[in-house]
């Protein structure tokens, strides 16, 4: 089964060709073309909804057509009719204009060339970037999303069957990470470079706070971390030393009480691995640290499926073959785990 999958729910604008054997874990990335907005966004410290979306439009199509033709050098490009089986696209969350782009165009090319159109759930499909690599994951898995919208711990079954745990009450981890970046004067999006800063920190003189980490559920809140270091920062005039010291102790704080609740989580519902996906899934600390606190394999992606990309929806879409009417592809900004 081969997949020609879009995703525009922010400020990506990607087309990946994806396969896999029925029986086969692995999903093959053939092709991944993705355009980002994100230098128009650092600009500003963050989205402009509009102009992400008008940046959407004009990249769709020739990202398409680059996913397609990009296959091989020697072999002639992949068509639509001939090398396709099914299209999927990110129908949400995100934002509206944003997916639309991509929710219309899939639509046109289901409809023109009479291949199946899968809708896909986004948050989803940054757990399933894990399969790009074949993986030995095992069920029951937890899922773990942190991103810059979200923040979730999901217990999956089987590849169909999916509980939602919990998840933030307010800002999820990467938003928080990107809020306290901005006050320290970083630019957006501020996750890497307080990574980087973090690792200058070998004494930690500094501690914040890890919100809910006592609870006994699997909620998550960041907007009180956030509250305690704008605190900290306003009365003090903060040497570059001091910003990593700040970086370091925002970082463990956030990191703790996620790190806490998904091996809870897996305790509790005896899952034999932990998946985690989303933006943040990119920091190597965060890795490390889960790999020192448990003997649960702990699956990452490659860091360029952290971010958001159409290949990790292909994924999910090669795993959950469950084609929509066009009539009921919807674009839904607040689509959540249905
Ligand atoms: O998944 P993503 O690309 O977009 C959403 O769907 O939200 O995640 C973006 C988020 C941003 O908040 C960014 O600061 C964070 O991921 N991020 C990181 C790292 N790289 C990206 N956070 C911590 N450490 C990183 N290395
Ligand atoms: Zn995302």
Same mark, same amino acid.
């Given at each position: 089964?081969?997949?020609?999958?879009?995703?525009?729910?922010?400020?990506?604008?990607?087309?990946?060709?994806?396969?896999?054997?029925?029986? #086969?874990? !692995? @999903?093959? &990335?053939?092709?991944?073309? =993705?355009? %980002?907005?994100?230098? +128009?966004?650092?600009?500003?410290?963050?989205?402009?909804?509009?102009?992400?979306?008008?940046?959407?439009?004009?990249?769709?199509?020739?990202?398409?057509?680059?996913?397609?033709?990009?296959?091989?050098?020697?072999?002639?490009?992949?068509?639509?009719?001939?090398?396709?089986?099914?299209?999927?696209?990110?129908?949400?969350?995100?934002?509206?204009? #944003?997916? !639309? @782009?991509? &929710?219309?165009?899939?639509? =046109?090319? %289901?409809?023109?060339? +009479?291949?199946?159109?899968?809708?896909?759930?986004?948050?989803?499909?940054?757990?399933?970037?894990?399969?790009?690599?074949?993986?030995?994951?095992?069920?029951?898995?937890?899922?773990?999303?942190?991103?810059?919208?979200?923040?979730?711990?999901?217990?999956?079954?089987?590849?169909?069957?999916?509980?939602?745990?919990?998840?933030?009450?307010?800002?999820?981890?990467?938003?928080?990470?990107?809020?306290?970046?901005?006050?320290?004067?970083?630019?957006?999006?501020?996750?890497?470079?307080?990574?980087?800063?973090?690792?200058?920190?070998?004494?930690?003189?500094?501690?914040?706070?890890?919100?809910?980490?006592?609870?006994?559920?699997?909620?998550?809140?960041?907007?009180?971390?956030?509250?305690?270091?704008?605190?900290?920062?306003?009365?003090?005039?903060?040497?570059?030393?001091?910003?990593?010291?700040?970086?370091?102790?925002?970082?463990?704080?956030?990191?703790?009480?996620?790190?806490?609740?998904?091996?809870?989580?897996?305790?509790?519902?005896?899952?034999?691995?932990?998946?985690?996906?989303?933006?943040?899934?990119?920091?190597?600390?965060?890795?490390?640290?889960?790999?020192?606190?448990?003997?649960?394999?702990?699956?990452?992606?490659?860091?360029?499926?952290?971010?958001?990309?159409?290949?990790?929806?292909?994924?999910?879409?090669?795993?959950?073959?469950?084609?929509?009417?066009?009539?009921?592809?919807?674009?839904?900004?607040?689509?959540?785990?249905?």
């Amino acid at each position: 089964m081969r997949i020609l999958a879009i995703e525009t729910s922010c400020d990506e604008t990607s087309a990946a060709v994806v396969e896999k054997s029925h029986d #086969s874990n !692995l @999903v093959e &990335v053939l092709t991944l073309v =993705t355009s %980002s907005s994100l230098p +128009e966004h650092a600009k500003t410290g963050g989205i402009i909804p509009e102009c992400a979306a008008r940046m959407q439009l004009e990249y769709m199509l020739p990202v398409v057509e680059e996913a397609l033709k990009k296959y091989s050098d020697q072999e002639p490009r992949l068509t639509l009719t001939q090398d396709i089986d099914a299209i999927a696209v990110t129908s949400g969350p995100g934002l509206i204009g #944003s997916l !639309l @782009v991509g &929710v219309e165009c899939a639509k =046109t090319l %289901s409809y023109v060339f +009479e291949k199946p159109l899968i809708p896909v759930n986004h948050l989803l499909a940054h757990l399933y970037a894990n399969f790009t690599r074949g993986e030995k994951i095992q069920f029951p898995f937890i899922g773990l999303i942190i991103s810059g919208g979200h923040t979730d711990l999901l217990l999956f079954e089987s590849h169909h069957k999916y509980t939602w745990l919990g998840g933030t009450r307010d800002d999820a981890v990467g938003e928080a990470l990107d809020k306290i970046g901005r006050k320290l004067g970083l630019a957006y999006p501020a996750g890497p470079e307080i990574e980087k800063r973090a690792r200058k920190i070998s004494n930690p003189s500094l501690r914040f706070q890890s919100p809910l980490i006592g609870a006994d559920n699997f909620d998550f809140s960041f907007s009180g971390l956030k509250t305690e270091v704008a605190r900290y920062i306003d009365v003090r005039d903060l040497s570059e030393e001091d910003v990593n010291e700040v970086c370091f102790a925002t970082q463990k704080a956030a990191f703790d009480v996620i790190i806490k609740k998904a091996l809870k989580a897996a305790d509790k519902y005896m899952a034999r691995s932990i998946v985690v996906g989303g933006g943040v899934a990119a920091n190597l600390r965060l890795k490390e640290e889960f790999l020192e606190k448990t003997e649960i394999p702990v699956f990452f992606p490659e860091k360029k499926y952290t971010v958001d990309n159409a290949a990790m929806i292909g994924a999910w879409a090669l795993f959950n073959l469950e084609p929509s009417r066009l009539s009921e592809v919807l674009a839904n900004p607040e689509m959540y785990f249905a």
